[in-house]
């Protein structure tokens, strides 16, 4: 099963549109382009118990 989610991205700030996998589990990581600038964003993808919600955080690929 597939979720909606986004994140900001770490180079140039925009909100991106992504989908996660509900079936790889609560934490997961991987690296996704910015859909608007291109570069990559490590995203450290953790489900909120509180919010129901996935809550990703992005960082520059390095």
């Known amino acids: 099963m597939a979720d909606a989610a986004g994140f900001q991205c770490a180079g140039c700030g925009e909100w991106n549109e992504t989908v996660v996998d509900e079936s790889a589990g609560n934490h997961q990581r991987c690296v996704e382009d910015c859909q ?27």
């Open 36 to 62: 608007v600038c291109c570069k990559p964003n490590v995203l450290d993808i953790c489900w909120n118990h509180t919010a129901e919600e996935f809550v990703i955080e992005a960082q520059l690929e390095s």
